[in-house]
């Protein structure tokens, strides 16, 4: 599978903004791309993604109407924009590619068996 790396990570203070990317080569052949995160001590937990062949995305909860996904595939990054960062969206951020499975339902998405490679993750801190 192609590497994903992420980048942009950091401490912002809360209400603050981030954008984290991932960069992955050839990326347009992956079915999906996901963001997740795991907090210590906590379960990993998918909260976004977007789709390939049709651009859909979808967005936890948690994250819902704070946080943006969207492509570049001329640069092969997908971004997530985050804004009113809360303390507790303090975790390591993952994405995840999907070259295997093709999902019906975007909320599947956002279920780590989707996928098949992953990135080495960054740090968001959150805090004042």
């Known amino acids: 599978q192609v590497p994903l790396v992420e980048s942009g990570g950091g401490l912002v203070q809360p209400g603050g903004s981030l954008r984290l990317s991932c960069a992955a080569s050839?990326?347009?052949?992956?079915?999906?791309i996901g963001w997740f995160r795991q907090a210590p001590g906590k379960e990993r937990e998918g909260i976004s993604c977007?789709?390939?062949?049709?651009?859909?995305?979808y967005y936890s909860d948690s994250v819902k109407g704070r946080f943006t996904i969207s492509r570049d595939n001329a640069k092969n990054t997908v971004y997530l924009q985050m804004n009113n960062l809360l303390p507790e969206d303090t975790a390591t951020y993952y994405c995840?590619?999907?070259?295997?499975?093709?999902?019906?339902?975007?909320?599947?998405?956002?279920?780590?068996?989707?996928?098949?490679?992953w990135g080495q993750g960054t740090q968001v801190t959150v805090s004042s």
């Open positions: 995840a590619g999907d070259s295997d499975v093709i999902f019906v339902r975007l909320e599947d998405g956002l279920d780590d068996y989707v996928y098949n490679s």
């Open positions: 050839g990326f347009t052949n992956y079915y999906a």
């Open positions: 977007i789709r390939n062949r049709d651009g859909g995305t």
